[in-house]
């Protein structure tokens, strides 16, 4: 799941890039640490579906229509094809017994895209579910992010993670990082991030 959980990103910046190009890119990437073609194939469809949702504005029913569109164009593993399938009608069966399987948290992110009231509640109905949580949840709440935009994050969740400063001073921080890891400016990256990629596609 370490595909899907660092690709977000290259939704953002895909999003006004070709498709092709765009799937093409996200292979690549998840082929730097992992081999397994479902992997890729997740990571590819994963990131059309940020990019698009970026791009059109598309509903979550009107995302995982395309979604399964591009599933079956791209001709991917039938392991694959079936969880997004299944996501129509439910969740991943177990998130224990298959903890850090790229298809349990694929297919619940497309599940919760479906039929989460909101990203707050997908997110914690997501984490409640247990297994890889904080995985799960970060991949799930990138994609509801991209189709409903910065409004949709609870204020507070926005405020903990521009104002996370973990210095070595700071006494109630037990895991310090250097200042250029800090997330302050998250938002002003996915800015020039997009900002980025229209120029680019703009300039082929």
């Known amino acids: 799941m370490g595909t899907l959980m660092r690709i977000s990103p290259l939704g953002?910046?895909?999003?006004?890039?070709?498709?092709?190009?765009?799937?093409?890119w996200a292979r690549q990437d998840a082929a730097i640490t992992h081999p397994n073609p479902v992997c890729q194939q997740a990571n590819a469809l994963y990131v059309l579906a940020i990019a698009?949702?970026?791009r059109h504005g598309?509903?979550?029913p009107r995302l995982y229509?395309?979604?399964v569109a591009w599933a079956e164009q791209l001709e991917v593993d039938e392991l694959l094809l079936e969880a997004v399938c299944n996501a129509a009608e439910s969740p991943p069966t177990d998130?224990?017994?298959l903890r850090g399987w790229v298809l349990v948290a694929f297919q619940n992110a497309l599940w919760q895209l479906l039929h989460a009231p909101n990203l707050e509640e997908g997110v914690v109905d997501t984490v409640m579910r247990g297994g890889?949580?904080?995985t799960n949840a970060g991949i799930w709440g990138a994609l509801l992010g991209a189709v409903h935009g910065r409004e949709a994050i609870p204020s507070q969740w926005v405020e903990s993670v521009l104002n996370c400063c973990p210095t070595l001073e700071n006494p109630k921080v037990h895991q310090p990082r250097p200042e250029c890891f800090w997330p302050v400016d998250a938002?002003?990256?996915a800015t020039q991030l997009l900002e980025a990629g229209k120029a680019w596609s703009a300039s082929r």
């Open 187 to 189: 938002l002003e990256l």
């Open 65 to 67: 229509e395309h979604i």
């Open 95 to 97: 998130f224990v017994g």
């Open 132 to 134: 890889d949580t904080d």
């Open 12 to 24: 953002i910046f895909g999003a006004y890039c070709d498709v092709k190009e765009v799937a093409e």
């Open 58 to 60: 598309w509903d979550g």
């Open 52 to 54: 698009h949702a970026i």
